[in-house]
């Protein structure tokens, strides 16, 4: 072998080692979440669930407002701060074969911190107690209502967390002539985050959720605003930029005040539990 084949087998052969050393350490690189990250991830899952679920954040509970509107009068009313510079679009029409009532409606608001924005679409029958389809609300008669909600654009600004995401949302309310209403179905949503809190602070990931309501009370206090009583679960997962997912089962107990308590679980069966705000969507403290 001449010196400039052997030169050039030998740095090939450098070349290859470099390059099987950069494949396993690549292989190795791991996806499970760690044991460091774990409580911040638990934290930044009840943010999440926290600004999916109020009101002034743009989550579930605006939507919750519109079903005990619904309720108790067989209308949804607009919700602008603004008309101005923020004006309400709204469309509606009725399927008098199926029953459906379809409304899209936009809501928006910016108080101090908060911000939202949103466009929502939704689907509703209107039942008597015997289970027949009506094709109006009628009060004293009509008794439960199917329900079905889609944002297809939503952009939430809070103190704790930015989200840009999708929800749906499939809900029965029933108990509407004794009284008072009762609300059981599911809630998702699909995201991007950017938080800005002490523990999470610039931090971002992709996330998704899904919140199953299981009786719970509609609760209108004298303000206006709508809140629950009773529990939920959810099942919650993040992606995150440093290459590891993560997942979390939630217990949600809805206090009918305005805040509601989360039992939030890590890998492994650690419990985290956060009080939160379900008005503002925010996450008020750790415990109770």
Same mark, same amino acid.
């Given at each position: ?19 099987? !050393? ?22 930044? !899952? !009840?943010? %999440?669930? !926290? ?8 989550? @579930?509970? %605006?939507?919750?407002?519109? $079903? ?25 029409? +009725? ?6 009532? #379809? ?10 911190? +908060? ?12 039942? &008597? $107690?015997?289970? =027949? ?29 930015? /989200?840009? &995401?999708?929800? *749906?949302? @499939?809900?029965?309310?029933? =108990? ?18 950017? +938080?800005?809190? $002490?523990? =999470?602070?610039?931090?971002?990931? #992709?996330? *998704? +959720? ?5 009786? &719970?009370?509609? %609760?209108?206090? =004298? ?40 039992? %939030? ?5 650690? /419990?985290?539990?956060?009080?939160? &705000? ?11």
């Amino acid at each position: 072998m001449n010196r400039f084949l052997k030169a050039f087998t030998t740095t090939m052969m450098v070349m290859a080692g470099l390059m099987a !050393a950069t494949l396993f350490v690549a292989g190795c690189k791991s996806s499970t979440e760690p044991a460091a990250n774990m409580e911040y991830d638990s934290e930044a !899952a !009840a943010d %999440v669930q !926290a600004s999916g679920l109020g009101t002034e954040s743009g989550g @579930a509970g %605006v939507s919750f407002a519109d $079903a005990m509107n619904l309720s108790q009068t067989g209308n949804v009313p607009g919700i602008i701060l603004d008309p101005k510079s923020d004006p309400e679009t709204r469309s509606y029409s +009725f399927d008098s074969v199926t029953k459906v009532h #379809t409304l899209t409606i936009s809501r928006g608001m910016n108080i101090g911190q +908060f911000d939202f924005s949103a466009l929502i679409t939704y689907q509703y029958i209107f039942f &008597d $107690a015997a289970g =027949n389809k009506m094709n109006n609300w009628v009060k004293g008669t009509t008794n439960s209502i199917s329900f079905t909600l889609s944002k297809t654009r939503n952009l939430d600004k809070g103190q704790r967390v930015d /989200v840009d &995401d999708t929800a *749906s949302g @499939a809900w029965t309310i029933s =108990n509407i002539v004794a009284g008072p209403p009762i609300l059981n179905g599911t809630f998702s949503r699909t995201g991007t985050d950017v +938080f800005h809190t $002490a523990n =999470n602070g610039d931090r971002t990931f #992709t996330h *998704s +959720f899904t919140i199953t309501f299981t009786n &719970d009370t509609l %609760v209108k206090v =004298n303000d206006g605003h709508c809140f629950l009583e009773g529990t939920a679960t959810s099942e919650f997962s993040a992606t995150t930029p440093k290459g590891y997912s993560f997942t979390r089962h939630t217990l949600i107990t809805f206090n009918g005040d305005g805040t509601a308590t989360l039992e %939030v679980t890590r890998n492994g069966g650690t /419990v985290d539990t956060y009080t939160i &705000d379900t008005r503002w969507g925010l996450w008020l403290r750790k415990g109770r």
